[in-house]
Each structure stands twice: as C-alpha cells, then as structure tokens.
Nanobody, 113 residues
Framework: QLQASGGGLVQAGGSLRLSCAASGTIFRFVAWGWYRQAPGKQRELVATITSNADIHYAGSAKGRFTISRDNVKRTVYLQMNSLKPEDTAVYYC?????????WGQGTQVTVSS
C-alpha cells in the first residue's frame, strides 16, 4: 500500500514536500518514482530514484524538485520548490516502472498564480 501526502494549495514560487509511505511491499531494493496527472492530461513521470539512489528528473522538474528516500522509514519524498501553476496535478508515488495495481489516491497539489 502506498500513501502519498503533503499536497495542498500554494502560491506560485512556493514550496511543498510530498511524502509517500510504503507498506506491505518490498521497499529497499526497489526503484521508486513520483508521477503526476494534471486535469485532462495523461499521467507523467516526475522523478525516479533507484535502490542505489541514482536519480532521474523529468525536464519540468530539473532544478526545482528533489527526490529522496529513507529506507528505514520506507518513505519516498519529493521536495518541490519554485512551484508554478503548471505543476498543478495529483501527485502519485509508485515503483519504477510503475505497477498498475499500486496507484493509490495520490495527493493534490494546486499552485495559484
């Protein structure tokens, strides 16, 4: 089970830190990712982190977002800075590559201009 949290309403230029707690699944030896889906758009990859902490960011996230993981807490984080209105979306965490059955509720991020 994946529980994403930390979303909210923020003004452009603001920051949010998302968390994703994983339970009932292998965590330490798995690559994880953050994904997002904006209204009317397909879900897209935001950032990934491997079991060795190798990190990849989508172009829109580079320089603004930071993904990290805590294997003890079984949690993946996404620090989002300099948020823009186009970052508005529901943010999800999942393994990378994602497992269809593992998409949770996600957490809503709304950035006002």
């Amino acid at each position: 089970q994946l529980q994403a949290s930390g979303g909210g309403l923020v003004q452009a230029g603001g920051s949010l830190r998302l968390s994703c707690a994983a339970s009932g699944t292998i965590f330490r030896f798995v690559a994880w990712g953050w994904y997002r889906q904006a209204p009317g758009k397909q879900r897209e990859l935001v950032a990934t982190i491997t079991s060795n902490a190798d990190i990849h960011y989508a172009g829109s996230a580079k320089g603004r977002f930071t993904i990290s993981r805590d294997n003890v807490k079984r949690t993946v984080y996404l620090q989002m800075n300099s948020l823009k209105p186009e970052d508005t979306a529901v943010y999800y965490c999942n393994k990378n590559p994602p497992i269809d059955a593992s998409w949770g509720q996600g957490t809503q991020v709304t950035v006002s201009s």
